[in-house]
Nanobody, 120 residues
Framework: QVQLVESGGGLVQAGGSLRLSCAPS????????VGWYRQAPGKERELVAA???????NYADSVKGRFTISRDNAKNTVYLQMNSLKPEDTAVYYC??????????????WGQGTQVTVSS
């Protein structure tokens, strides 16, 4: 059974950078769309950035120009590079992978979440 393992969260000063990583237990990123979501206390989980199976990307307006999502299929890993971090970026960040296997079975996996805290 596939599990997503996230890493890279932590405490950083405003203006600093972090890189989040997400790696599944199986080689599924080559056949899946991957998104990074975040959820602050008392707020809904929101999409931050996404990358399709074909490599197309999209970003929330609040992070455009600061965050970059990328994938390395050879390493079976997806990254979220976060630059120029702001206090409002503070949240738990979650990795999601969704798609379909060759037999048509659809999947939707979530990571455990990693805390990102940006201090003023």
């Amino acid at each position: 059974q596939v599990q997503l393992v996230e890493s890279g969260g932590g405490l950083v000063q405003a203006g600093g950078s972090l890189r989040l990583s997400c790696a599944p237990s199986g080689s599924i990123f080559s056949i899946s769309n991957v998104g990074w979501y975040r959820q602050a206390p008392g707020k809904e989980r929101e999409l931050v950035a996404a990358i399709t199976r074909g490599g197309a990307t999209n970003y929330a307006d609040s992070v455009k120009g600061r965050f970059t999502i990328s994938r390395d299929n050879a390493k079976n890993t997806v990254y979220l590079q976060m630059n120029s971090l702001k206090p409002e970026d503070t949240a738990v960040y979650y990795c999601n992978a969704n798609g379909a296997y060759g037999n048509g079975y659809r999947f939707n996996y979530w990571g455990q979440g990693t805390q990102v805290t940006v201090s003023s």
